[in-house]
């Protein structure tokens, strides 16, 4: 991993659209993969994907020009650690909210002396037969994601930005809904305003602003770009899933009716 795409689409602020992974399996990875995502991440978050079944995913991405990610379940030096070793090209880090935090994400995501994460024969350096080529290259390409998903983390923006090592924010608005006080409410004017305040602060510094487009449409997937958001994941599989289902059957049970 000598050229991660996905890194430099952050620092040059450049579009890249991304899937999520919640529910499935290395097969949903390579169709996700085939279908031409940027890069697709595995939700260690909200799932009970553990390192061997994301590794299982990353394998599924190996090989088909899409970047392997991971939203780590914590912000965890461990946690971290493992993804990364297990084939992450990169890590999203829930729910940071001050520049301690951030600071401690970037600290486990980097080697010695920007970091402090553990040197190891591991998937990531093909066990060891890669292992100087890796290490000499892994601090300027594991791409470093933070989670902006709380008033305390929108308050901080400025402070979180100015974390070295840090490459982008990303919104995660459902939880950040639930910090204003009204879950699951994302067009709420204080949503709203939270999402304008963090993308005008990486504006400012540079950095590019993501958004998790939890349920996709054409029209917010073309407002979140013209609002200034450039690393957008596009749904989830289990999202897909359910509006795939329902739309078949709706459409089925509707002939079935024409038809009788
Ligand atoms: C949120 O909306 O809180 C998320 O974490 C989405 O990924
Ligand atoms: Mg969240």
């Known amino acids: 991993m000598t050229n991660n795409t996905v890194r430099k689409a952050l620092l ?52 088909r020009g899409c970047t392997p990610l991971v939203r780590v379940r914590e912000n965890d030096t461990l946690a971290i650690r493992q993804m990364l070793d297990a084939g992450a090209a990169g890590v999203i880090i829930p729910l940071i909210a001050s520049p301690q935090e951030a600071q401690r994400a970037v600290a486990a995501s980097k080697y010695p002396p920007q970091g402090v994460r553990g040197y190891g024969f591991a998937r990531m350096n093909e066990w060891g037969a890669n292992f100087d080529l890796y290490a000499a290259s892994a601090n300027e390409n594991v791409a470093i994601v933070v989670m902006i998903e709380s008033k305390q983390g929108v308050e901080n923006i400025d402070a979180i930005l100015a974390v070295d090592g840090v490459d982008g924010v990303f919104i995660g608005p459902y939880d950040l809904s639930g910090s204003y006080g009204i879950p699951g409410q994302t067009d709420a004017p204080a949503v709203v305003e939270a999402c304008k305040h963090v993308v005008a602060a990486c504006a400012s510094t540079g950095k590019s602003a993501g958004l998790h487009v939890v349920k996709p449409t054409p029209e917010n997937v073309t407002k979140a770009i013209a609002d200034g958001f450039t690393f957008i994941a596009l749904g989830l599989d289990s999202v897909f899933l359910q509006q795939g289902a329902r739309s078949a059957l709706a459409a089925a049970r509707a002939a079935i009716e024409d038809a009788t």
């Open 12 to 63: 040059e602020r450049k579009v890249t659209l991304g899937g999520w992974i919640q529910c499935g399996n290395a097969a949903t990875a390579e169709i996700f993969a085939h279908a031409g995502f940027d890069w697709v991440a595995a939700d260690a978050e909200h799932s009970d994907f553990d390192v061997a079944s994301c590794t299982q995913l990353f394998r599924g991405l190996h090989g």
